[in-house]
């Protein structure tokens, strides 16, 4: 079965650092995401990507957060000088449709410290 | 943002029973639902959705049912194995426009004792 690959699974990173959370979308698929989990908080959305823009972005995808589409498979979230509180689980999805059906990956697990 | 709630952060029920997580939303604009089911050190996997011209959809085992009225949904297990432990969030969209975001629940950690 087609799934979403996240790399790597466990970043540390030291405050104040750029980091680069890595994602292989279903080859497919037309839509692409980016969620994140706060260590006994919910599941939040951060951006959505379609056709090579950016469709939708919360309130925390700030400055400090850029997503691209270097090449034809990969779909990255760039952090630019992390914050202890950027410590989570980020989920990157796809889906073909972009509506339902969303395929997660494993996720990567980011402390800052 | 309290736009979807699901009240119970746990359930336990003995194999072979029903489990009957609940799922509660305010926004009266999502028009699709979703449920999710997550294992630890894994990323949330699709189970089930219904739209909101529904009122009941069904899967197999996975039941959904939704009362736009109440602006609540429920997922009804049936019969509960132990290989459905896991922490299952509600979810909920407004389709207007493609790519839009899903609005998590917070999630209910379901156990299936054998």
């Known amino acids: 079965e087609p799934e979403v690959t996240q790399t790597p699974s466990h970043q540390v990173t030291q405050m104040g650092q750029e980091v680069i959370l890595r994602c292989v979308p279903i080859?497919?698929?037309?839509?692409f995401y980016w969620y994140r989990q706060i260590l006994g908080q919910k599941v939040e959305f951060l951006v959505s990507?379609?056709?090579?823009?950016?469709?939708?972005k919360s309130e925390i995808f700030d400055d400090q957060f850029s997503v691209e589409r270097p090449d034809g498979s990969n779909f990255t979230l760039k952090i630019r000088s992390t914050k202890l509180e950027d410590s989570a689980m980020y989920f990157c999805?796809?889906?073909?449709?972009?509506?339902?059906?969303?395929?997660f990956g494993s996720g990567t697990r980011l402390t800052v410290v | 943002d309290q736009q979807v709630k699901q009240n119970s952060p746990s359930l336990s029920v003995q194999e072979g029973r029903i489990s009957i997580l609940n799922c509660d939303y305010t926004?009266?604009?999502?028009?699709?639902f979703l449920w999710y089911k997550k294992y630890p050190a894994e990323g949330p996997t699709f189970l089930i959705s219904?739209?909101?011209?529904?009122d009941k959809n069904e899967d197999g085992r996975f039941t959904v049912f939704l009362n736009k009225s109440a602006k609540h949904l429920s997922l009804h297990i049936v019969p509960s194995q132990p290989g459905d432990s896991a922490v299952y969030f509600c979810?909920?969209?407004?389709?207007?426009?493609?790519?839009?975001?899903?609005?998590f629940g917070e999630g209910t950690q379901l156990t299936v004792n054998p």
């Open positions: 999805a796809s889906s073909e449709l972009g509506v339902g059906g969303y395929t």
């Open positions: 080859s497919n698929h037309l839509y």
């Open positions: 990507f379609y056709n090579n823009e950016i469709s939708e």
């Open positions: 926004n009266s604009m999502f028009d699709y």
């Open positions: 219904i739209s909101s011209i529904k």
């Open positions: 979810a909920a969209i407004k389709r207007e426009t493609s790519g839009s975001r899903l609005t």
